[in-house]
């Protein structure tokens, strides 16, 4: 049983009769959210007669599951040739560049070839990061010079994949605070510019947030899905977190999927996300 559900049980094992309160307080902590928590409470509530633990997580994995969406297709190559445009967007601090990384070798295992563009131009440290990275995995990357306009490197670097034939074009984003509305603004001029490219550009754009951040990450996601339409999510540090619930109430509300999640360091711990694997193992 995993950590959230683990977690459930052994509180309410303990317990003769199920205390609702405590249970609707345990679910919104689990960070699935007030709406769907005081659902499952009302649920068990009414089914009268004596209740188990096992009872509470049986129905709580069900409702978590109900409200996941099945498994994403994976991501593809465009079949006219251009490059699949992915912006990689987020807060600082949730593991984003990481993941660029990360979906950048998941892609070459696939078969596929990748460009990276440092599309963060402000943190020198981030772009250090991301170059260490596409040295180790032998995955090209195109930087700008400090300060250097972001919607131009990601020009210059969809014009490399073109001349290339990369099949996907990776941008790693600055991170930025949901509440500055300038840096929004800037996410727009990226999406504008590549989009002049190709009208369907960018394919995807992927929100990275961190599992421990909790309901913080559903008003991140709010706020960037105004200034970007995301596509997807991407959650970080769900190794040994215990969390992750947060992802169900984005989806309920937005309904936008998690696509992939990140369970450690290295390259390799990163995988797409399985729902029916989510709730049986991370959750």
Same mark, same amino acid.
């Given at each position: 049983?995993?950590?959230? *559900?683990?977690?459930?049980?052994?509180? *309410?094992?303990?317990?003769?009769?199920?205390?609702?309160?405590?249970?609707?307080?345990?679910?919104?902590?689990?960070?699935?959210?007030?709406?769907?928590?005081?659902?499952?409470?009302?649920?068990?509530?009414?089914?009268?007669?004596?209740?188990?633990?096992?009872?509470?997580?049986?129905?709580?994995?069900?409702?978590?599951?109900?409200?996941?969406?099945?498994?994403?297709?994976?991501?593809?190559?465009?079949?006219?040739?251009?490059?699949?445009?992915?912006?990689?967007?987020?807060?600082?601090?949730?593991?984003?560049?990481?993941?660029?990384?990360?979906?950048?070798?998941?892609?070459?295992?696939?078969?596929?070839?990748?460009?990276?563009?440092?599309?963060?131009?402000?943190?020198?440290?981030?772009?250090?990061?991301?170059?260490?990275?596409?040295?180790?995995?032998?995955?090209?990357?195109?930087?700008?010079?400090?300060?250097?306009?972001?919607?131009?490197?990601?020009?210059?670097?969809?014009?490399?994949?073109?001349?290339?034939?990369?099949?996907?074009?990776?941008?790693?984003?600055?991170?930025?605070?949901?509440?500055?509305?300038?840096?929004?603004?800037?996410?727009?001029?990226?999406?504008?510019?590549?989009?002049?490219?190709?009208?369907?550009?960018?394919?995807?754009?992927?929100?990275?947030?961190?599992?421990?951040?909790?309901?913080?990450?559903?008003?991140?996601?709010?706020?960037?899905?105004?200034?970007?339409?995301?596509?997807?999510?991407?959650?970080?540090?769900?190794?040994?977190?215990?969390?992750?619930?947060?992802?169900?109430?984005?989806?309920?509300?937005?309904?936008?999927?998690?696509?992939?999640?990140?369970?450690?360091?290295?390259?390799?711990? *990163?995988?797409?996300?399985?729902?029916?694997? *989510?709730?049986?193992?991370?959750?």
């Amino acid at each position: 049983m995993a950590g959230f *559900f683990k977690n459930l049980f052994n509180r *309410f094992s303990s317990q003769p009769e199920i205390d609702w309160d405590d249970l609707e307080a345990s679910l919104i902590t689990g960070d699935l959210g007030p709406r769907l928590a005081v659902e499952i409470t009302d649920t068990l509530k009414n089914r009268g007669g004596k209740l188990k633990a096992d009872d509470v997580v049986k129905e709580a994995r069900a409702r978590v599951r109900a409200n996941l969406p099945g498994a994403s297709a994976p991501l593809a190559p465009q079949a006219n040739g251009m490059p699949t445009v992915i912006l990689m967007v987020g807060v600082n601090g949730t593991g984003k560049t990481t993941s660029t990384a990360k979906l950048a070798q998941h892609l070459t295992q696939q078969g596929h070839t990748v460009q990276l563009a440092a599309a963060d131009t402000f943190r020198a440290a981030a772009v250090e990061q991301l170059e260490a990275w596409s040295q180790r995995l032998n995955i090209p990357l195109l930087k700008g010079a400090p300060n250097a306009d972001p919607a131009a490197v990601c020009f210059d670097a969809w014009q490399k994949a073109v001349r290339e034939k990369r099949d996907f074009l990776i941008c790693d984003t600055a991170g930025r605070l949901h509440t500055k509305h300038n840096l929004m603004e800037e996410l727009k001029k990226i999406r504008r510019v590549v989009g002049r490219q190709d009208e369907t550009a960018p394919h995807e754009v992927l929100l990275v947030v961190d599992a421990t951040t909790g309901s913080n990450a559903l008003q991140q996601a709010r706020e960037f899905h105004k200034a970007v339409p995301l596509t997807g999510l991407i959650v970080t540090k769900l190794d040994g977190s215990g969390k992750g619930g947060i992802l169900v109430p984005i989806y309920r509300e937005l309904e936008v999927p998690t696509r992939f999640v990140g369970l450690g360091e290295t390259a390799d711990a *990163f995988r797409p996300f399985d729902p029916d694997q *989510f709730v049986n193992e991370l959750l």
